[in-house]
Structure formats: C-alpha cells, structure tokens
C-alpha cells in the first residue's frame, strides 16, 4: 500500500499460520543465547486485554528491551542509536523455534504498537505457540531513536498553514501544500537530529541482522506488509543467508520504490507504486458486497456506488458540510466541518480493514442523511480523519509518534523524485470519480 501504510499497516485480519518455511528443529533453551535483556512491559494492556481476550487463543505476555546500533554502517565510530523492541514469547517454550520479527509499514509504523496490539490477533495459536512475535520501532521513528524536527504535536501541526486540506484538489492548493512542505523541510533542518541522514531502508535491514543476533536466533523469520515487504526483501539481498522464512503482503514493487523504470523520472515513487489503483478496486469490492448484502446488514445499500459518488460530488461543490458529532471532552456534540478530502480519505482508511466495513458503511448513511436534511445521530464508530489520520503520512497522527517527519525521512532517503511542483500536479491529474484516490497517493510523497 505504499506511503500508507501509511502506516502504515495495510493488514488483513487473518491468523497466520506456520506456512511452508525450511523446517527447522525446536531451539534447546542452552542453544542461541541473545545478548538482549528483556523485562516485563506493557501491564497495564495485558491486564485490559485478559477482560475479553478468548483463554484457548493464549493471553500474551509483555518484555522490552532496547538494543544499541551503529548510527553509521560506514563508520562503526560514530556513536550508536536505541532500537526499541517488543516482545510476545512462545506460548509453549517446549516447543519454540524461534522468534518472527514484524514490520506493519508506513514507513514509520510502530512495530512495538504492532506486536502489542495486533499480534495476539492476528496470528494463529498454532504460530504463537512456537515463536516469540517481535516489534521493532525502526531507526528514527516512535520510541527508537527518534527524529524530531519538532518538540511536541502542537508544533508539528502548527507548520499546516489553514485551510489544512488532506490532499490539494487544483495548482492553487498545491502552492499552499508545498509552503507547508517547505516548512517541514525547514524546521528538520534545524532541529533534526543525526539519525535524520541514516533512515534508509538498508540501514533497518542492517539494524534488522543485529536485532536478529540480539535475539539469539540463527536465521531470520520476518513477516512484513505493506512497505515492510521492502523491508524484507532488502533484509534477503544484503543477507541471503540469514533468511529462515518471510513473510512479505501487499507487495511493493521495489524498483517503483525506489528508482522507477526508465522513462518515469518525472513522476513521484507514490503515482509509481499505483496504490491508487489497488485502493479503487478494494472500494469497488466494498460496493459490491454492500449492494449484495442489503440493508440492514450493510447501512449503505443498495446502489451503494452511485450514492457514493453523490456525496463526492456534492461534497466537491459544496464543502465544508458541517457535521454534529460527540467530540467534545465529555461526549457532548461539536459541529466539525468536513470536506471532500475528508470523505476520500475515511475511505481510504476503511479500504484497510474489511471487518470496520459495516461501520463505515453507517459513517457514509450519516454523512449523505446531513447533506439531505435529515436529523441523524453521528454513528458511535463515526471520528472524522480517524482513518485517514491513522494511514498517511501527512496531515496530523493522534499521538506525536513523529510520522509527520518520519515517514519523508525515510521515503527521501530510499527514492529518486521530480523537483518541481508542476510534475506532483500532472501526477495527480484532474479528480476523476473512477479513481477517487489518485491525488491523495500522489501527493503523499510530495517533498
């Protein structure tokens, strides 16, 4: 999925099996020692997840540790950098083979947020009970080593001049994004830290072996999505014989990634990687399957597409529209205004989790019963930019985990892109409503 992945952490939920990785005999407990120091973490989350957590699923246990690595590959004297891990143990040490390091993308996903709060969920008993999940925060995001061009999120945020749009529409607002860009550049310049020119993606991979030896395991076992594939196979090339199994899902194309094929200099690596297309056809499911359960499975249904479209195209003429919703400290009402972008990217963020379908389905009813006048109550799911916030690079994150300078840090240091304003808006192309997600993709790369 891209930059999104965001965060991001375009994930399906499924249990993961064992799959068909080289076998490999169960580690005796004298065997493969890590230098990694663990202790109990994360408590308070494992006593809120054992209120409604399945017991035949296995409650996870919670350990940290910090492992230090070079901040330069190229010059071992230069000081060293934390990486911030977590992990899950085998829930039969009996019968552990190892640990799966995972990476939910982004770049600038957490890792560590990933092990916790997914990885009791998404992968099966049968792997859980033979391998240690580990998250990892990579070099210069969350609680790594951090690159922080700002000191707090107020400051992050505060670089968005207003109107803060979630993507520009024509040349006009694409100015004014790339003012705000600037800004970031900027405030980097001047504040960033050392890690700032040591983000690529083959340092993580380098960072990735070393985790790998901290741990105690011979082989690496990785499952990575999104743009933890590119993590993994960079991680298979610099050490091919490291590899035990990966797992890598929404696939990026590396050379799109990075480089481009020759001829595509002038467009940025996110209108390379095409995730606009793969975001259009999972929306197109979604209608589908609406349409084909009805109401009230699906609150959106029936001709589910064409509503769709409406409100896109009242939401173009018309926006902002304002919406009541329970965003205020105490639950109580608050008339936010909500623009097209918005729309586009709740979308988006709903295209990464099939199981949020018939909420965002509910969020969509609500939206098109206040453009038609009639009285509705916000649906509870309903928190505008919720996924959007969550699964882009851009514009705000709920906690300041430096996505706004970590996800370009990375990017920047992995890909070749134009220079010119004027190549992001031939890019991104006029909106079009058989490819609602073209200028969000685009512009999430801008420098």
């Known amino acids: 999925m891209g930059c999104a992945v965001v965060a991001a952490l375009a994930v399906s939920t499924f249990g993961v099996g064992v799959g068909e990785a080289a076998p490999s005999a169960p580690a005796k407990s004298d065997e493969l020692r890590g230098t990694a120091n663990w202790s109990p973490c994360f408590q308070k989350e494992q006593a809120e997840l054992a209120e409604f957590f399945p017991p035949e699923l296995g409650l996870p246990t919670y350990e940290c540790t910090t492992v230090q690595v070079p901040l330069d590959y190229d010059d071992r004297r230069g000081g060293t950098i934390s990486i911030s891990m977590v992990r899950l143990p085998a829930l039969d040490p009996e019968q552990r083979i190892g640990s799966v390091f995972l990476n939910p993308g982004g770049p600038g996903g957490s890792g560590v947020d990933f092990a916790v709060f997914g990885g009791p969920f998404l992968y099966s008993p049968e792997l859980r009970s033979k391998f240690d999940l580990v998250g990892f925060d990579p070099r210069g995001i969350a609680r790594s080593t951090a690159l922080k061009c700002f000191g707090n999120l107020d400051q992050a945020v505060s670089i968005f001049q207003a109107p803060v749009v979630a993507f520009p529409k024509d040349a006009v607002e694409a100015e004014a994004w790339f003012a705000d860009d600037q800004r970031l550049a900027d405030a980097c310049d001047q504040r960033g830290n050392k890690v700032l020119d040591h983000m690529s993606t083959a340092n993580v991979a380098r960072d990735l072996d070393l985790l790998r030896q901290a741990v105690g395991d011979e082989q690496l076992t990785f499952a990575g999505y999104s743009y933890g594939s590119y993590l993994g196979v960079t991680y298979a090339n610099l050490f091919p014989d490291n590899v035990r199994a990966l797992i890598v899902d929404g696939v990026l194309n590396p050379i799109d990634w990075s480089t481009g094929d020759p001829g595509e200099e002038n467009l940025p690596f996110s209108s390379r990687l095409r995730s606009n297309i793969g975001a259009q056809d999972t929306l197109e499911e979604f209608f589908r399957l609406c349409d084909e359960a009805g109401p009230p499975a699906c609150a959106f249904a029936p001709d589910s597409a064409a509503r769709y479209q409406a409100l896109a195209e009242y ?57 038609g ?10 928190e505008v930019g919720r996924q959007f916030q969550a699964y882009t690079a851009k514009r705000g994150f709920p906690r300041y985990f430096n996505f706004v300078e970590g996800f370009p840090a990375v990017a920047c240091a992995d890909s070749d892109n134009p220079d010119t304003i004027a190549d992001w808006v031939a890019a991104a192309g006029d909106i079009s409503f058989d490819d609602y997600f073209r200028q969000l993709w685009t512009y999430a790369s801008s420098p």
Do not use: C, Q, R
Request: proline share 10%; charged share 10%.
């Open 373 to 382: 006048g009639a009285p509705a109550a916000a649906p509870a799911s309903f």
């Open 315 to 371: 939401l173009l003429a018309n926006e902002p529209v304002l919406l009541s919703v329970p965003a205020g400290p105490n639950g109580e009402l608050v008339e936010i205004p909500f623009f097209y972008g918005d729309l586009i990217g709740m979308t988006l963020g709903a295209m990464y989790d099939s199981f949020s379908w018939p909420f965002f389905a509910e969020e969509l009813a609500f939206i098109e019963a206040v453009i």
